[in-house]
Nanobody, 118 residues
Framework: VQLQESGPGLVKPSQTLSLTCTVS??????????WSWIRQPPGKGLEWTGA??????YYSPSLQSRTSISRNTSNNQFALQLSSVTPEDTAVYYC????????????WGQGTQVTVSS
C-alpha cells in the first residue's frame, strides 16, 4: 500500500488548508482500516488530526471545529480540510492507514510541508 499527499505548500492565515491523499495498492473501502491525517509542527511531536472509516469521520477534539475529512472512493482518495488556519497550523502533514485490528499505523505517506504565512 502506498499513500501520497498533495496540496498547496503555502496557505494564508484565515484561509482553508486543503490536502488530498491518493492511495494505491489497496482500497480505502477495505474494512477495519481508518484513513488518517497526522501532523507534526516544527519542533513538536506527532498530532493526530482525524480519520475516516466507511464514511464515518472522527476528529481530534482540539481541532474538531475546524476540520473536515472526506473521501472519494472512485479515485481512491481521501482529503483533509482545515479552516481558519493560523501560523500555529504550520506543520508537516501526513496521511496514514490505521489498522483497526491492532490500532497501529501500518502505512504512511512521505509527508508534505504546509506553511501558514501571509
Amino acid at each position: 500500500v502506498q499513500l501520497q499527499e498533495s496540496g498547496p505548500g503555502l496557505v494564508k492565515p484565515s484561509q482553508t488548508l486543503s490536502l488530498t491523499c491518493t492511495v494505491s495498492g489497496g482500497s480505502i473501502t477495505t474494512s477495519y482500516y481508518y484513513w488518517s491525517w497526522i501532523r507534526q509542527p516544527p519542533g513538536k511531536g506527532l498530532e493526530w488530526t482525524g480519520a475516516i472509516y466507511s464514511g464515518s469521520t472522527y476528529y481530534s477534539p482540539s481541532l474538531q471545529s475546524r476540520t473536515s475529512i472526506s473521501r472519494n472512493t472512485s479515485n481512491n482518495q481521501f482529503a483533509l480540510q482545515l479552516s481558519s488556519v493560523t501560523p500555529e497550523d504550520t506543520a508537516v502533514y501526513y496521511c496514514a492507514r490505521l489498522a483497526g485490528s491492532n490500532w497501529s499505523f501500518d502505512y504512511w505517506g512521505q509527508g508534505t510541508q504546509v506553511t501558514v504565512s501571509s
